[in-house]
C-alpha cells in the first residue's frame, strides 16, 4: 500500500474545481436565457473538447490509446457528460440554482452507497446515519420543490438529483482509469464523446423547440462554462482524482453549493425560504457525517488496467 500523502497541488485543484462549478449553475441559468439546454451541453463539449485535443496534440509523448480504453472513454464521456448534463440543464430550467447546487451535494452520499456494492467497503453506523440523514434532507429539498417554494419545482429537483447519481457513478468508475493515465487524456476524450452522444439529443430538441438568437450575456455564459467548467475544471477534477480516492475527493462537492447559492444570491437574487435552509444544513451535516475519516479506496490500490 502507497502511504505517501497526496501532493497538495491535488487539493488545490479540487478547491478550483468546485469553485469553478459553484459559479456555474448561476452561469447555467444565464445560458438558458439565450439556448435550449441541451444544446448548451453540446456547445460545452464540442467546444471543450476541440481545445483539449489540440492540446493534447501539441503534447510531446502522447499516450496510445487502445480499443479497450476507448470503450471506457465512451462510457465516461456518456455517463459524466452527456447523462449528467442532460439531466442538470433540463433540471437548472427547472429550478433555482441555489436548490441545484445543494442537491448535487449528495454525489458523495451516492458514492458511498456506490462504493458499498461497487468497491465491497463497509460503512460503520455513524457512516449510515450521515448518509440517512442526508438523504431526508434532499427529500425535504425535493418536497419542497413540489410546492414551489423559492422557485423551484418538484421535476426541476428529480432531475438535478438524477444527475447527481450520474456524477457518483463517474467518480467510482474513474478511478481506475485515472491513476494510469493523464488528467488531459482523460478530460479531452471525455469531453469528445459527451459531445459525440449529446448531439442526436440536441437535433432532437432543436426540431422540437426551435433554436432561439442568443444574446451576448448568455454566449458569454457559453464561453465561461466551457473554458472555466469543461476545459480548466475537468482538468483539475481529474487530476485530484489520480492522487486522491473518490469518496475523499468527493467530499469537496460540499463546496459547491456554498460558492453556487453565494453566487445566485448576488448575481441572480434568488433568496432561501427557512424551510430550504434547513434542508440544506441537514444534506451538509449528513454528507460530512458519512465522510468523516473516510477510508482509501481499493480502487487507489488496484493494478492497472490489462
Same mark, same amino acid.
Given at each position: 500500500m502507497d502511504d505517501r500523502r497526496p501532493p497538495l497541488a491535488a487539493y488545490a485543484a479540487l478547491l478550483g474545481t468546485t469553485t469553478a462549478f459553484g459559479f456555474s449553475f448561476v452561469a447555467t441559468k444565464f445560458a438558458l436565457r439565450g439556448f435550449e439546454p441541451l444544446l448548451i451541453a453540446l456547445l460545452r463539449f464540442s467546444l471543450a473538447g476541440a481545445i483539449l485535443f489540440l492540446l493534447w496534440r501539441l503534447r510531446g509523448g502522447r499516450e496510445r490509446l487502445s480499443r479497450r480504453e476507448l470503450a471506457r472513454l465512451a462510457a465516461l464521456g456518456f455517463v459524466s457528460l452527456t447523462v449528467y448534463f442532460t439531466f442538470e440543464n433540463l433540471g437548472i430550467a427547472r429550478t433555482s440554482a441555489s436548490d441545484a447546487a445543494i442537491l448535487i451535494g449528495a454525489i458523495p452520499i451516492f458514492v458511498s452507497v456506490l462504493n458499498v456494492f461497487t468497491l465491497h467497503e463497509r460503512n460503520s453506523g455513524a457512516e449510515w446515519t450521515g448518509i440517512l440523514l442526508s438523504f431526508a434532507g434532499v427529500v425535504a429539498l425535493i418536497e419542497l420543490g413540489a410546492r414551489g417554494a423559492g422557485g423551484s419545482t418538484l421535476l426541476?429537483? $428529480?432531475?438535478? /438529483? @438524477?444527475? *447527481? $447519481?450520474?456524477?457518483?457513478?463517474? !467518480?467510482?468508475?474513474?478511478?481506475? $482509469? $485515472? =491513476? +494510469?493515465? *493523464?488528467? %488531459?487524456?482523460? +478530460?479531452?476524450?471525455? !469531453?469528445?464523446?459527451?459531445?459525440?452522444?449529446? /448531439?442526436? &439529443?440536441?437535433?432532437?430538441?432543436? &426540431? &422540437?423547440?426551435?433554436?432561439? *438568437?442568443? +444574446?451576448?450575456?448568455? +454566449?458569454?455564459? =457559453?464561453?465561461?462554462?466551457? %473554458?472555466?467548467?469543461?476545459?480548466?475544471?475537468? &482538468? /483539475? %477534477?481529474?487530476?485530484? #482524482?489520480?492522487?486522491?480516492?473518490?469518496?475523499?475527493?468527493?467530499?469537496?462537492?460540499?463546496?459547491?453549493?456554498?460558492?453556487?447559492?453565494?453566487?445566485?444570491?448576488?448575481? %441572480?437574487?434568488?433568496?432561501?425560504?427557512?424551510?430550504? #435552509?434547513?434542508?440544506?444544513?441537514?444534506?451538509?451535516? @449528513?454528507?460530512?457525517?458519512?465522510?468523516?475519516? @473516510?477510508?482509501?479506496?481499493?480502487?487507489?490500490?488496484?493494478?492497472?488496467?490489462?
Open positions: 426541476g429537483n $428529480l432531475l438535478v /438529483l @438524477g444527475a *447527481s $447519481l450520474a456524477a457518483a457513478v463517474y !467518480n467510482v468508475a474513474a478511478r481506475r $482509469l $485515472l =491513476v +494510469t493515465r *493523464s488528467a %488531459l487524456f482523460v +478530460t479531452t476524450f471525455q !469531453n469528445l464523446f459527451g459531445a459525440l452522444f449529446m /448531439l442526436p &439529443l440536441a437535433v432532437a430538441e432543436a &426540431l &422540437l423547440v426551435g433554436v432561439r *438568437s442568443p +444574446t451576448a450575456q448568455a +454566449t458569454g455564459a =457559453v464561453a465561461y462554462l466551457v %473554458l472555466a467548467c469543461s476545459v480548466c475544471g475537468y &482538468l /483539475l %477534477l481529474n487530476y485530484g #482524482l489520480r492522487f486522491i480516492e473518490a469518496s475523499k475527493a468527493s467530499v469537496f462537492i460540499n463546496l459547491t453549493p456554498v460558492v453556487a447559492v453565494a453566487a445566485a444570491y448576488v448575481l %441572480l437574487g434568488e433568496r432561501f425560504t427557512a424551510g430550504q #435552509l434547513v434542508a440544506a444544513v441537514v444534506v451538509v451535516a @449528513g454528507v460530512w457525517l458519512a465522510n468523516r475519516g @473516510g477510508r482509501v479506496s481499493p480502487a487507489a490500490e488496484a493494478p492497472p488496467p490489462g
